[in-house]
């Protein structure tokens, strides 16, 4: 790595800085050390131990930690997982109750400012891999729940491997700059003009849930922050990976505004709906999180959801012009559908319903960028297992039987089949995509 990139990186930051400053943000919180000032939500009732450690242990699962806090076959909570990023790859805690390598010593106050302030015990600021950007949106009375649910897991002796951060960002004054700049802590305010269900719905999207943390592009300094403070659900590619998180308020991409309410939820609790079929990262989430949402919280969700201002899709590449090559191309395309996927998905791409997604006027087959199609057809994949969907049907894998080229020939085809308009693929982007597979 070579010295301009530091010097560059700085001066960025401390440009973003003092930009910030200027513009009258909240530049001075971490400088001077001030701890949040909002009032703590008082509990209306008093609970019992018990009750608090269930309504933890509920809330933990609206916030997927045990997600990223287990590492694949590994003991619940007791981290390891490696969570890859261009800036370094980011291993998650052992948060069970074990003294010595897990968080038994911690007490409420610590575990709030880790959730609240992204600082672990002794201080040090945490990186934003751990989603506190969104979780500084919970309430202390939620905190003290989730606390109380893993203090009450069995402990688990294991230690936590370093991170690996590349350089320059192990350089620990630069995360503290980017926190004074990107990082305001503080949790939700309610927006007094909208429905108490409404705000139910916001406080689980924006703050527990984190859907922020994914379906927001972040800028090369992985903020999700625009200058102006705020963050949206856009739309953006995963960092490290090769998925795209569609925005959620575009109704060219994952937008529900003229969904029916009762479909979003459907959506959100088994997995697969009428227009469409969770995959990949979003099949986990909602396998191991938002499956397990009470009605009513699921319901608030999907009314916050359909509320979003619709936003306009990222640009969208045309459809290809019907020249006579184009149309040789989708024919070699039509017959390779016909031979390898036409017997589930249909001869006019619709589909079955509950079993297998249609393809026509779908929205994910069609998305700028292409991404996640590409990925679908060489990985192939499951929606995830839920109640209201417990065995559900597959896509193989085509990577083996099928060569970049007929990969492209068959996407082409099935966006500009039955009514869908998209931009070819070429056998480059197919290749590209084959790399970014893990
Ligand atoms: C997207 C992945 C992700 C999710 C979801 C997540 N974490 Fe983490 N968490 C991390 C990473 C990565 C770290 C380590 C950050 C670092 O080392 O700077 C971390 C660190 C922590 C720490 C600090 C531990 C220490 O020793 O300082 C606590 C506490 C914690 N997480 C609790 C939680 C809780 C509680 C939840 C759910 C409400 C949660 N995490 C959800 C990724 C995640
Ligand atoms: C770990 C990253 C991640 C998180 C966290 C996440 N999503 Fe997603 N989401 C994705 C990806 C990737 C896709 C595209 C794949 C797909 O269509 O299922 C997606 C797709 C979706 C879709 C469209 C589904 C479809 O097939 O059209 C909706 C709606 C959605 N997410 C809602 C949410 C909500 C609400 C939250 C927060 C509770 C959330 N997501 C959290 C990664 C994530
Ligand atoms: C054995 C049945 C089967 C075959 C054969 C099959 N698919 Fe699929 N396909 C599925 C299932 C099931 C899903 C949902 C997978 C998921 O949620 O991860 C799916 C998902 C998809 C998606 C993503 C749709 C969405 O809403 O996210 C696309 C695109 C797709 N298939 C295209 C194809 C193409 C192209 C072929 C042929 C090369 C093919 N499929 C062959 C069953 C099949």
């Known amino acids: 790595m070579k010295l301009h990139v530091i010097v560059v990186t700085i001066t960025c930051l ?30 209306e009732t008093i609970i019992s131990a018990e009750q608090q450690r269930a309504r933890g242990a509920y809330l933990a699962r609206a916030a997927n930690c045990v997600g990223c806090h287990t590492a694949q076959s590994g003991r619940p909570y007791a ?19 074990d003294k010595a390598t897990g968080i038994g010593d911690w007490n409420e106050e610590d575990f709030w400012k880790a959730m609240h302030e992204g600082k672990s015990r002794d201080g040090r600021p945490l990186y934003p891999a751990f989603p506190y950007t969104e979780y500084t949106k919970v309430t202390r009375e939620d905190s003290n729940a989730i606390f109380s649910h893993l203090q009450s897991l069995a402990p688990v002796a294991q230690h936590n491997p370093p991170n690996r951060v590349n350089f320059p960002y192990d350089f620990q004054p630069l995360l503290s700059l980017w926190r004074a700049v990107y990082f305001k802590p503080g949790i939700y305010q309610p927006d007094l003009s909208k429905s108490d269900e409404w705000n139910r719905g916001a406080y689980l999207v924006q703050g527990l849930g984190h859907c922020s943390a994914c379906h927001t ?12 403070g705020e963050t949206t659900l856009g739309g953006g590619q995963i960092m490290g990976s090769n998925w795209y998180a569609p925005s959620l308020s575009s109704s060219a991409e994952a937008g529900s505004a003229d969904w029916p309410v009762g479909d979003i939820v459907q959506l959100l609790v088994t997995g697969v709906s009428p227009r469409a079929t969770t995959s990949g990262p979003m099949a986990e989430v909602v396998g191991q999180s938002l499956q397990h949402l009470t009605k009513e919280d699921a ?22 012009a019907p020249t006579e090559e184009v149309q040789n191309w989708l024919r070699q ?10 017997d589930c998905h249909g001869a ?26 590409i990925r679908s057809v060489l990985n192939g994949g499951y929606p995830p ?11 193989p894998p085509f990577a ?8 492209a020939l068959v996407l082409s085809y099935i966006r500009n089949a039955w009514g869908n308009r998209a931009s070819l693929i070429t056998a480059a982007q197919v290749d590209k995509s084959r790399e970014g597979i893990h």
């Open 333 to 342: 395309g039509a017959r390779i559908y016909k031979q390898h996927c036409q």
């Open 299 to 320: 319901h608030a969700m999907a009314v916050y959801l359909k509320s979003l201002r619709e936003t306009k899709a990222r640009s969208r590449a045309s459809a290809p």
């Open 14 to 43: 401390l440009g973003l800085a003092a930009f910030a400053t200027l513009s009258g943000s909240d530049f001075s919180f971490e400088l001077i050390g001030a701890t949040a000032t909002e009032k703590e939500a008082r509990p």
């Open 79 to 97: 981290g390891g997982r490696s969570l890859s990023t261009p800036f370094g790859t980011f291993i998650t805690t052992n948060i069970t109750p």
């Open 217 to 228: 592009e972040r800028n090369p300094l992985a903020s999700m922050r625009s200058a102006a």
């Open 348 to 373: 006019s791409g619709q589909g079955a319903p509950g079993i297998y997604p249609p393809l026509a006027g779908n929205r994910a087959v069609t998305m700028t960028p292409p991404i996640n199609v």
């Open 385 to 395: 297992v839920t109640a209201g969907n417990p065995h559900p049907y597959g896509m």
């Open 400 to 407: 083996q039987a099928l060569h970049d080229g007929e990969v």
